[in-house]
C-alpha cells in the first residue's frame, strides 16, 4: 500500500498531465517549424545579416540556416519523446530530458548565429515554455519525500521566510525587464534589426556590441546576458517558499546567475568609457537592474547555506540534501498566504522604502554620479577613468549593502573613499574642481559608510556578523 504522501503526488502528476501534452505540442510545432517559418528562405535574411557574416567570419547564412533546421527538428523531435515518457509515473525522469532540450534550444541561436528573426525567436519561446513544463509548473523530480513532506518554510532562528514570493518576485520582474532589453541587443548582433535604440549616446551602444570586446567572444554576447536573465527568471520562480531546504541546488543556481553574472555585468559598464570610449544605455539599464537583484538574493543563499550547515552537523549527506532537499530541526511555518495581492503590498512596498539606510542611498548616488565626472566635470584621462571604475563599485556595493544580511559590505566603501582622497595626488587628467570633487566624495564616503541602518530581522547565527 503506498502512502499517503505517495498518493497526493501521484494525483498531482495526473491532475498536471496537460503540460506533457504540451510540451508533444510544442515539440510537433518545432518539427514543423522550419517549414512553415521559413528558415531557409533566403529572402528571410535581413540586409544586416552580410555585414555580421563578414564582420564575423561566418559560413554562410544559408549554412546557419540549414544548422538550425537540424537542431529545431532534432529538439522537437526528442520533446515528443521526453513529453510522451512523462505521461507516466515511473518516466518522470524524463521530465528533464525536456529540460535540457528547452536549455539548448536557448543557446542553439546563438551557437548557430541564426540568420532570420523568426527561427531565433520560435527557439527561445519554445525553450523557455519547455523548461517550465518540465520542472515549473509540475513537481520537479527527484525531490526528497521527507523534505516535501514538511511544511516548514521559515528557516531556525529566522523571523521570515528568504524564499517567500515577495523577496523573488522583485528579482523575476527585473530579469524580465532586462531579458526584454538585452534581447535587442542580441537582434542587432546577429544582424536581425539595423538599428539599436540609445536615446542618450547616440551611436554609442552599436560601437560597444560591435567593438573588439564584443568580437572577441566566439557567439553574440548580449545574447549571453539575454539568456541568462531568461534563466534567471525561471530559476526565480521555482519551488515555494520553503525552497532554501527543498531546492537547495536551485537557490545555489540563482545565486550563480544573480551574483557573479552581477558581477560580469559591472565589469563590463567599467570598461565602456575606459576601453572602448563611450557608453551604452540599454547595458547601463542592465547593469543596474542585476544590482537592483543583489539584495533580494542573499538572504534565501545566506538561509540555504545554513541548511547545509545545519544537515552536516546533523550527520545527513549533503550531496543528497543538496540535490533532493531535506528537513531541519526548529524550522517554523509562516501561516500566510503564498502570496496575496491587496492594497497592503502597496503599504509594505512604501515601509520597506522608507526603511533603506539612508547613508547607503546617497552613497549609490554619489557612485552614479563619479561614473559621469567625464559628462559633469569635464575630466579625461586617468583621473576620468579612476571616478568612472569608483563609481561602479561604490554604487554596486552599497546597493548590495541593502540586503540586511549584507550590510558590512557597506564598509568597502571605506577604501573607496581614501582612494578618492589620495587619487589627484598620484594620477592626472583632471583639474582642480576635479580634484576638489574626487575629495568631497571621498570625505562623505567615510562617514557614511560608519552607519549601520536599521536591521529588522533576525537571522540565527549570522546576527553576530551584521556589525
Excluded at 85 to 113: D, E, K, V
Excluded at 351 to 359: D, I, S
Aim: glycine share 8%; hydrophobic share 55%; net charge neutral.
Amino acid at each position: 500500500m503506498a502512502s499517503p504522501h505517495m498518493q497526493m503526488m501521484y494525483m498531482h502528476h495526473l491532475q498536471k498531465l496537460w503540460v506533457h501534452f504540451a510540451v508533444i505540442a510544442l515539440g510537433a510545432w518545432l518539427v514543423a517549424s522550419p517549414a512553415m517559418l521559413g528558415y531557409l528562405d533566403p529572402g528571410s535574411f535581413g540586409p544586416q545579416v552580410a555585414r555580421v557574416t563578414a564582420e564575423r567570419h561566418l559560413p554562410p547564412p544559408i549554412e546557419r540556416a540549414q544548422m538550425i533546421v537540424y537542431s529545431d527538428m532534432a529538439a522537437g523531435f526528442l520533446m515528443i519523446v521526453f513529453g510522451s515518457l512523462s505521461l507516466s509515473w515511473r518516466m518522470r525522469w524524463a521530465q528533464w530530458g525536456t529540460c535540457f532540450t528547452g536549455i539548448w534550444l536557448l543557446f542553439a541561436p546563438l551557437l548557430f548565429w541564426a540568420p532570420d528573426a523568426a527561427s531565433a525567436n520560435n527557439d527561445w519561446l519554445i525553450g523557455a515554455l519547455a523548461i517550465a513544463f518540465s520542472i515549473l509548473v509540475p513537481m520537479m523530480p527527484g525531490m526528497s519525500m521527507e523534505a516535501m513532506q514538511s511544511q516548514e518554510d521559515i528557516p531556525p532562528g529566522w523571523d521570515y521566510s528568504p524564499s517567500s514570493w515577495s523577496q523573488r518576485l522583485p528579482i523575476i520582474g527585473l530579469a524580465l525587464f532586462s531579458f526584454l532589453l538585452a534581447r535587442q541587443l542580441t537582434a542587432y548582433q546577429l544582424g536581425h534589426i539595423s538599428e539599436v535604440w540609445d536615446p542618450f549616446f547616440g551611436g554609442g551602444t552599436a560601437r560597444i556590441i560591435t567593438s573588439n570586446v564584443s568580437k572577441a567572444w566566439p557567439v553574440a554576447d548580449a545574447g549571453l546576458g539575454a539568456i541568462s536573465y531568461l534563466l534567471e527568471a525561471l530559476s526565480g520562480m521555482m519551488g515555494g517558499r520553503a525552497r532554501w531546504r527543498t531546492m537547495p541546488w536551485m537557490v545555489g543556481m540563482f545565486g550563480v546567475l544573480v551574483i557573479p553574472l552581477g558581477a560580469v555585468s559591472i565589469f563590463f559598464i567599467i570598461i565602456q568609457p575606459i576601453v572602448i570610449g563611450t557608453w551604452c544605455t540599454l547595458c547601463l539599464i542592465t547593469a543596474a537592474a542585476m544590482v537592483i537583484m543583489l539584495p533580494y538574493s542573499f538572504d534565501e543563499i545566506v538561509a540555504m547555506l545554513q541548511f547545509l550547515s545545519r544537515a552536516r552537523s546533523e550527520s545527513q549527506s549533503l550531496w543528497h540534501v543538496f540535490w533532493r532537499g531535506g528537513t531541519v530541526t526548529g524550522a517554523s511555518r509562516d501561516p500566510s498566504p503564498p502570496l496575496e495581492i491587496g492594497g497592503w503590498q502597496a503599504a509594505r512596498l512604501l515601509q520597506q522604502a522608507r526603511a533603506l539606510p539612508k547613508a547607503l542611498v546617497v552613497s549609490a548616488a554619489l557612485g552614479v554620479w563619479l561614473m559621469f565626472t567625464r559628462i559633469t566635470l569635464d575630466s579625461s584621462g586617468t583621473l576620468a577613468n579612476s571616478d568612472h571604475l569608483t563609481g561602479a563599485l561604490v554604487f554596486t556595493f552599497s546597493i548590495a549593502s541593502f540586503a540586511e544580511v549584507a550590510r558590512p559590505l557597506r564598509m568597502i566603501n571605506f577604501l573607496f573613499g581614501i582612494w578618492l582622497i589620495a587619487a589627484p595626488w598620484f594620477i592626472g587628467g583632471g583639474h582642480w574642481v576635479a580634484a576638489g570633487a574626487d575629495t568631497v566624495v571621498g570625505v562623505l564616503l567615510l562617514l557614511l559608510a560608519v552607519p549601520r541602518g536599521q536591521v529588522r530581522h533576525h537571522y540565527d547565527g549570522w546576527d553576530r556578523f551584521l556589525v
